[in-house]
C-alpha cells in the first residue's frame, strides 16, 4: 500500500491523495477524482474533463450537491462526495443519495434545509416560505443543543466554525462542513420519521470509512492507515461481528461461519455466542442467514443498547425473509427499532452457503438494540 499525506489545495502540484482507513481519496489537476478501496484494490473514478465515469446518477448527484450548497462545494468536491458515498453502505451515506438524487433545484434544498431547521427548532416559519438569517441562526442554534445536550457555548462555536471554514475551498474544510451539516440535518429526519429520542438518533448515525464526529464536528482523517485486519479473538468493547462470514470475512471484524471458507473466518454458531461478552459489540451483521433465528437472545445479550444489527438477504430465503416482513410493532416487541429497510448498497454480490451467486436481489433490513 502506497504511504500517501494530504496535502492543502493551496500547496497542490496539482494533484493530492490521501489514505483512509479503508479507502484512499486521490484527486488530479482538480478535475479528476477517485475513490481506491484498500481492501479490493478496487478503483471508482470521475473524470470530468473526459465524462469518463460520469454516469446520468452520477451527474445528478453531484450537480444537487454543488447547487444545495450555497457555493461553498465545487463541482470536483462534489464528484469526490459523490464517489465517498456511492461506495459506502452507511444509513447516512443512503440518506444523502436518496437526499440529492431528485430532480432538485439547488434554491430548493437550500430553503429545504433552512426550513426544516428553523421548523424544527423555533417554530418559526417566514412569508414566502423562506426562512431569515436571524432565525435560521436562532433555530441552528436550539436545534444543534437538542442534538447535542451535553455540548457547550463552546462546542456549538466550533460547529460553526467547521460550517463556515468550508467559505475556503480546502477539500479536507468542505468534506468537514459538508458532513457536519448534514448529519444534524439526517439526525432530525430519523427522529422525525422513526425515532422519538434525538439524542439516540444521533447516535446510531455512521459516516463513511475516514471520518468521526465528536459534538456535531465531522473530521477527516487524511493520513495513512495500516489496515485492519481480521480479529482472531472477540472485542470487548465497541466490537463488530460478522456472523455467516463465510468465505469473506470483514476486516476489523470478529468473523464466524459454521463451515468457515477461509482464513479469518472462525468456526461459530449464530445460536451460541458463548465466547463473546454480553453488550461487547456494537455491530452485528448478518449476510444470507440461513435456518435459524435471527434475533435470538445469544444475539441480543452480545450486542450492546444502541448497536446496530444489519442483516442482508435475497426474499427467496425464507430466514431473512421472516425479519424482513416483521412490522414495527414486531420488532420493537423483540427489542428492537427499525432503522431502514429496502435494497442493499452492494445487492447482487452476494453467495449462498453453497458458494453460488444470489440470483435474486439483495435486500438488507438494519435495525437498532433498544
Given at each position: 500500500m502506497t504511504k500517501t499525506y494530504y496535502v492543502p489545495e493551496s500547496q497542490q502540484k496539482p494533484?493530492?491523495?490521501?489514505?483512509?482507513?479503508?479507502?484512499?481519496?486521490?484527486?488530479?489537476?482538480?478535475?479528476?477524482?477517485?475513490?481506491?478501496?484498500?481492501?479490493?484494490?478496487?478503483?471508482y473514478s470521475i473524470d470530468l474533463v473526459s465524462g469518463k465515469g460520469l454516469t446520468k446518477k452520477n451527474e445528478t448527484l453531484i450537480k444537487n450537491i454543488e447547487a444545495?450548497?450555497?457555493?461553498?462545494?465545487?463541482?470536483?468536491?462534489?464528484?469526490?462526495?459523490?464517489?465517498?458515498?456511492?461506495?459506502?453502505?452507511?444509513?447516512?451515506?443512503?440518506?444523502?443519495?436518496?437526499?440529492?438524487?431528485?430532480?432538485?433545484?439547488?434554491?430548493?434544498?437550500?430553503?429545504?434545509?433552512?426550513?426544516?431547521?428553523?421548523?424544527?427548532?423555533?417554530?418559526?416559519?417566514?412569508?414566502?416560505?423562506?426562512?431569515?438569517?436571524?432565525?435560521?441562526?436562532?433555530?441552528?442554534?436550539?436545534?444543534?443543543?437538542?442534538?447535542?445536550p451535553e455540548a457547550t457555548e463552546q462546542d456549538y462555536q466550533n460547529y460553526v466554525k467547521t460550517l463556515s471554514q468550508a467559505q475556503s475551498g480546502d477539500m479536507v474544510d468542505v468534506l468537514n462542513a459538508f458532513f457536519s451539516k448534514e448529519v444534524l440535518l439526517y439526525g432530525g429526519y430519523l427522529q422525525e420519521m422513526q425515532l422519538s429520542d434525538i439524542g439516540l438518533a444521533m447516535a446510531m448515525i455512521k459516516l463513511p470509512p475516514g471520518f468521526s464526529i465528536s459534538k456535531g464536528n465531522a473530521g477527516f482523517a487524511p493520513k495513512p492507515q495500516v489496515p485492519v485486519k481480521f480479529l482472531d479473538t472477540p472485542a470487548t468493547k465497541n466490537g463488530t461481528l460478522n456472523i455467516g462470514a463465510g468465505s469473506k470475512p470483514i476486516q476489523g471484524a470478529y468473523n464466524i461461519d459454521p463451515k468457515p471458507g477461509t482464513s479469518g473466518v472462525h468456526l461459530g454458531d449464530a445460536t451460541n455466542l458463548s465466547n463473546i461478552a454480553t453488550g461487547s459489540q456494537s455491530r452485528v451483521i448478518m449476510e444470507n442467514p440461513y435456518r435459524y433465528d435471527v434475533l435470538n437472545p445469544e444475539v441480543s445479550r452480545v450486542l450492546q443498547s444502541g448497536g446496530t444489527l444489519e442483516i442482508t438477504g435475497g426474499l427467496s430465503n425464507k430466514t431473512f425473509n421472516t425479519v424482513y416482513k416483521m412490522s414495527e410493532e414486531e420488532l420493537k416487541a423483540a427489542g428492537y427499532t427499525?432503522?431502514?429497510?429496502?435494497?442493499?448498497?452492494?445487492?447482487?454480490?452476494?453467495?449462498?452457503?453453497?458458494?453460488?451467486?444470489?440470483?435474486?436481489?439483495?435486500?438488507?433490513?438494519?435495525?437498532?438494540?433498544?
Open positions: 494533484s493530492f491523495a490521501a489514505n483512509l482507513n479503508m479507502q484512499q481519496i486521490v484527486v488530479k489537476e482538480k478535475e479528476r477524482v477517485a475513490v481506491v478501496d484498500l481492501t479490493t484494490h478496487k478503483s444545495g450548497s450555497e457555493g461553498t462545494v465545487s463541482r470536483p468536491q462534489a464528484a469526490l462526495i459523490t464517489l465517498l458515498v456511492g461506495q459506502d453502505g452507511s444509513t447516512l451515506s443512503k440518506y444523502l443519495k436518496e437526499k440529492y438524487s431528485g430532480s432538485h433545484r439547488g434554491d430548493n434544498l437550500q430553503n429545504s434545509d433552512r426550513h426544516f431547521i428553523s421548523n424544527k427548532a423555533s417554530n418559526e416559519i417566514m412569508d414566502d416560505g423562506k426562512t431569515s438569517a436571524k432565525y435560521l441562526e436562532r433555530g441552528l442554534k436550539k436545534y444543534y443543543q437538542q442534538a447535542y427499525l432503522v431502514s429497510r429496502g435494497q442493499a448498497a452492494n445487492a447482487g454480490t452476494s453467495l449462498t452457503t453453497t458458494g453460488q451467486p444470489i440470483r435474486s436481489t439483495m435486500m438488507e433490513i438494519i435495525l437498532i438494540k433498544n
